[in-house]
Antibody, heavy 116, light 110 residues
Framework: QVQLVESGGGVVQPGGSLRLSCAAS????????LHWVRQAPGKGLEWVAF????????YYADSVKGRFTISRDNSKNTLYLQMNSLRTEDTAVYFC?????????WGQGTMVTVSS | QSALTQPASVSGSPGQSITISCTGT?????????VSWCQQHPDKAPKLILY???KRPSGVSNRFSGSKSGNTASLTISGLQAEDEADYYC??????????FGGGTKLTVL
């Protein structure tokens, strides 16, 4: 069964850091690009970052550039999102999604709350 | 990186057809055939229902269809069913190595 499972969300103060993980199963992880997408409470979807299957290219939304870092470990079938200098506006559910003709497989999401 | 433009809401009765538009620019929707659509039920993860403008993933009903003209893509749902009530989002890759989503459209089945 093709599956993505996020973890690592929680409550953090403004200026703090958090690392999200996304564990994959049921497909050949090392052959797919992967995205992080977030959704603020009651709001729409916002693309955050993308990493190619071989890590040769990484792209970021302007809103997170310089603060977030996407990475992956193909030996562990895991995608990561290191989030630094967090702001209240980063509060959202964070989804990982596989890239195949769009965002074809999604995880269930992990909630990140940035609040003092 | 402005969001793609979608109507905030649409509605239709069971059995009817509805169309949701998604307007971008020549640097995203108009420039590539990489428009996709996701369906999201409340408190659920999104689900891909169309990709590359017109293609349906395996298992998605053929009641869902897509098209594109210029900078505007469209999702049509025919034979509306109660289970179609959800939020719908378009997305597109862009010329600046990024992806954009639309603001989302809430579909109400009357």
């Amino acid at each position: 069964q093709v599956q993505l499972v996020e973890s690592g969300g929680g409550v953090v103060q403004p200026g703090g850091s958090l690392r999200l993980s996304c564990a994959a199963s049921g497909f050949i992880f090392s052959t797919y690009g992967l995205h992080w997408v977030r959704q603020a409470p009651g709001k729409g979807l916002e693309w955050v970052a993308f990493i190619r299957y071989d890590t040769s290219n990484k792209y970021y939304a302007d809103s997170v550039k310089g603060r977030f870092t996407i990475s992956r470990d193909n030996s562990k079938n895991t995608l990561y999102l290191q989030m630094n200098s967090l702001r209240t506006e980063d509060t959202a559910v964070y989804f990982c999604a596989r890239d195949f003709g769009g965002f074809d497989i999604w995880g269930q999401g992990t909630m990140v709350t940035v609040s003092s | 990186q402005s969001a793609l433009t979608q109507p905030a809401s649409v509605s239709g009765s069971p059995g009817q057809s509805i169309t949701i538009s998604c307007t971008g620019t020549s640097s995203d929707v108009g420039g590539y055939n990489y428009v996709s659509w996701c369906q999201q039920h409340p408190d659920k993860a999104p689900k891909l229902i169309l990709y590359d403008v017109t293609k349906r993933p395996s298992g998605v009903s053929n009641r869902f269809s897509g098209s594109k003209s210029g900078n505007t893509a469209s999702l049509t749902i025919s034979g509306l069913q109660a289970e179609d009530e959800a939020d719908y989002y378009c997305s597109s890759s862009t010329a600046s190595n990024s992806w954009l989503f639309g603001g989302g459209t809430k579909l109400t089945v009357l």
